[in-house]
């Protein structure tokens, strides 16, 4: 089975597209893949989406809504992973599609489109408990040596404990993995989803990495 930490910009278009090309993926490996999107928050973050020579004001402005936005998230996936998805993916449709700014109203609007109760989640925003979890993600993210946003750390859990790091997390680049661990064809994973069964595709070999993909 596959294990994807994917790490996101939680307002990122391109972080957007990596997580929807990881959820392709699991339609059509089913239950051979397990995935989490986690936040990260760092100063290249920050510095992509500011203004030419910013202020110490601009700057600690969007740290401030960058961090809102993570803690929103959390509070989302505190009412379960599906609906912290699919949160995060209409907050981000929100933002990068709908050309919204993101604000504590845009994050309930979101949530109350998404089902979640409204009480706990305002309260949860605000909470020791997500800001804990924003401190252990962050803690996750350095230990895994990450310093972008939409890259991808995957293990194969049959074969090895060494986790395979992907800076671009496109559809090919997945199929790329998936081949070189043995877990499916490119031909099966480009073709409409069919959910074989857990004895197909399960050779155990690992193959030749392509060049992108790094050992951790």
Not at 5 to 31: K, T, W
Not at 72 to 86: E, I
Not at 93 to 113: C, G, I, R
Not at 160 to 185: F, I, P
């Amino acid at each position: 089975m596959l294990e994807v930490y994917l790490f996101v910009n939680p307002l990122g278009a391109r972080c957007m597209r990596s997580e929807q090309n990881i959820m392709r993926l699991a339609d059509h490996l089913n239950s051979k893949v397990s995935f989490q999107f986690v936040p990260l928050l760092n100063q290249q973050i920050i510095e992509q989406a500011l203004p030419a020579r910013p202020t110490l004001a601009q700057r600690n402005a969007y740290f401030n809504v960058y961090y809102q936005a993570i803690l929103a998230y959390k509070a989302a996936l505190f009412q379960g992973k599906r609906k912290g998805r699919k949160f995060l993916l209409d907050m981000q449709t929100a933002v990068v599609s709908d050309h919204q700014k993101f604000s504590q109203d845009l994050a309930v609007e979101v949530a109350k489109d998404c089902r979640l109760d409204l009480d706990m989640f305002t309260e949860d925003c605000d909470s020791d408990l997500a800001k804990q979890a924003f401190k252990t993600d962050q803690k996750l993210a350095a230990e895994m040596k990450i310093q972008q946003s939409s890259s991808a750390v995957i293990f194969n859990c049959d074969v090895s404990q060494c986790g395979l790091l992907l800076n671009d997390v496109t559809y090919d680049s997945l199929c790329d993995v998936c081949e070189s661990q043995g877990v499916a064809t490119r031909e099966m994973l480009m073709a409409e989803p069919n959910y074989p069964k857990n004895d197909q595709a399960n050779s155990t070999s690992l193959g030749a990495f392509p060049p992108h993909l790094r050992v951790l």
